[in-house]
């Protein structure tokens, strides 16, 4: 009980930032339509590629004897940018092919 | 002053991200909100590696981490422009699961310096000298970053036609069983002393893994968007977690922030699809299906139309509606619907096209596909529009579309498939349907509409057929 008390109070600005994001999140997508489930999909999928930059971090203060930390770190960052660049990428084409003709 | 900077980075980053999922959500402002969303990210990347401090120090290894950036750029961009639009779903999987890969890799390393750091103490346990909330986002950034990229890498395999669908009996209990034991060895972890922690947490990393497989190995194939939105909010969550362990705000909103639209997508699509989030993935449908087609199945008797006859009545029509569906996305036929639509309005025939919210292999696939083949936006009627229409369209033509214009949707309360929205197609003249066998839709059901006096069926794969209709209306 003391943990998860303890838990909350630590990290309490933390919780907040999560719960108002959760609405937001729920929020902001309410009302899209069907059409663009599959862009919304796609670009949501590259905006969770912010995890890179724990990958970043991770590497950057890896010790260049913690060979673990090194290869692990880069292949992190090397699935990150994937991550990152194909999504972003990917939705702006098919949104390209959405605007061509209208 | 570096540190101040960075931190308004990762704000400008953060309220990118919000404004590009805002802007996502609306057609007119799409690419300019992903757009939007991609220059936060890049700011938020370079001001990471620029400015972030660890302890005072600078990041270095600098070579390292720009030769992983350009690796990582040139491979996924090369991959993003070169796929096929009807490679969409199984792409957008692949990246999802690079991204919970790389959630996962940054959790075990961060395990990892935990266990370095404590595992000659003489202290009992990890707990004792880890704070929990620390241990938290390390162990469930680990497991939902291992499940995302194993579930998305087998989600991505099935769309590719490379993994077969897989079931035992009594899988669903072997899956909790399996969760269990995955949520077990996280507390254990926590619990075992500091010498040799990292055998449990590797076993449950492992578990975690055999989870990801069976999670997602026994549902559908047709089913796979929903598991695969599930699967991004998931990552989502996972990187939030990161933003946890590195009290990094950027990731944290970014992560949440997908992880719920991800969860509201996932169950918005359901709705599109008139399925519950829990039939999805308990994958009880296909069964039950199959019960109610027996009792109803009142089999009449088809009619087959020839090529000719088929292209000879579209022609001296003066509108046909052309309802798309699975079928044309498999054989890539889209950009052939196109030339069928433009020979016909050269005869003076109004061609529209009727587009049911899950048409296609995902929501909204189907826009993407037609909007690549060049198809006037303006010709693509969604559902209601289209229903209306169809009381005064000669001619439907129906490709590879099944389930979402099955009148027992509508009609009978016994069947799975009742009270999902159709395309009512039989309030037209005539309905051409075609399609590459009777095999019933991944509903598992019998289509009435099939048998009707007005239906008449055109057996062969959409791309093929469609190419002979239009040799047929040009020899006119």
New interface residues.
């Given amino acids: 009980m003391q ?1 998860i008390l ?2 909350f109070r ?2 309490i600005e ?1 919780i907040y ?2 719960i108002l ?6 929020e ?35 010790e ?1 004897d913690n060979y ?3 290869i ?31 | 002053m570096g540190l101040s900077i960075l931190s308004i980075c990762y704000v400008v980053a953060s309220v990118t991200f919000i404004l590009g999922l805002k802007m996502l959500s609306n057609p007119a402002t799409a690419r300019r909100g992903n757009l939007i969303a991609a220059g936060g990210m890049i700011i938020a990347i370079a001001g990471t590696i620029f400015l972030y401090e660890n302890d005072g120090k600078r990041l270095g290894n600098y070579t390292w981490i720009f030769s992983a950036i350009i690796i990582g750029s040139v491979i996924g961009s090369l991959v993003a422009k070169k796929v096929k639009m009807t490679a969409m779903p199984e792409l957008v999987s692949f990246f999802n699961g690079m991204g919970g890969a790389c959630a996962a890799l940054i959790s075990i390393v961060e395990f990892d310096y935990l266990y370095r750091a404590n595992r000659l103490m003489d202290a009992t346990s990890f707990s004792d000298v880890v704070p929990s909330g620390h241990y938290l986002a390390i162990i469930a950034g680990t497991i939902i970053g291992s499940v995302s990229f194993i579930g998305s890498m087998i989600a991505w395999g099935k769309l590719s036609g490379k993994v077969k669908d897989y079931s035992f009996k009594g899988q669903h209990l072997f899956n909790l069983v399996v969760l269990f034991f995955v949520v077990a060895m996280a507390v254990y972890t926590y619990f075992s002393s500091t010498h040799h922690a990292n055998i449990p947490f590797f076993i449950t990393v492992a578990l975690a893994i055999l989870y990801g497989v069976f999670f997602v190995l026994p549902i559908g194939g047709a089913d796979m968007p929903v598991v695969i939105s599930l699967l991004n909010s998931f990552t989502g969550i996972a990187a939030a977690c990161g933003g946890f362990l590195y009290d990094n705000k950027a990731m944290l909103t970014g992560g949440i922030l997908v992880g719920a639209a991800g969860t509201l997508l996932t169950i918005l699509m359901c709705r599109a699809m008139n399925r519950s989030l829990k039939n999805v993935l308990i994958g009880s449908f296909g069964g039950g299906a199959k019960a109610a087609s027996d009792a109803t199945s009142t089999h009449g008797n088809i009619k087959e139309i020839s090529l000719s006859d088929a292209a000879m009545l579209m022609a001296y029509s003066k509108k046909v509606m052309i309802v798309p569906g699975y079928g044309l996305a498999v054989a890539q036929a889209q950009h052939t619907c196109h030339e069928l639509e433009k020979a016909l309005e050269e005869k003076g025939v109004e061609v529209k096209y009727a587009i049911h919210p899950v048409a296609g292999r995902m929501p909204g696939h189907m826009n993407v596909l037609l909007a690549e083949a060049d198809v006037n936006y303006e010709n693509l009627l969604e559902m209601d529009d289209a229903n209306e229409e169809f009381k005064s369209t000669d001619v439907v033509l129906i490709l590879g579309a099944n389930d979402v214009v099955n009148p027992a949707a509508k009609n009978d309360p016994s069947s799975p498939i009742y009270g999902m929205p159709i395309l009512e197609v039989e309030l037209a003249k005539t309905v051409i349907v075609n399609k590459r066998s009777m095999k019933p839709g991944y509903a598992g059901i019998e289509n009435q509409l099939f048998y009707q006096p007005k239906t008449s069926m055109l057996f062969g794969d959409a791309k093929k057929v469609l190419q002979e209709l239009l040799a047929e209306l040009k020899n006119m």
């Fill in positions: 943990i303890d838990f630590e990290h933390l930032i999560v994001m959760i609405f937001l999140g729920i902001i997508i309410g009302r899209v339509p069907s059409v663009l489930h599959t862009p919304l999909m796609s670009g949501a999928n590259a905006i969770h590629g912010v995890v890179i930059i724990g990958a970043i971090i991770v590497m950057g203060k890896a260049s673990l930390a090194l692990l770190g880069f292949l992190a960052v090397v699935l990150g940018t994937l991550n990152v660049v194909g999504g972003f990428v990917v939705t702006d084409r098919m949104l390209e092919m959405f605007k061509k003709k209208k």
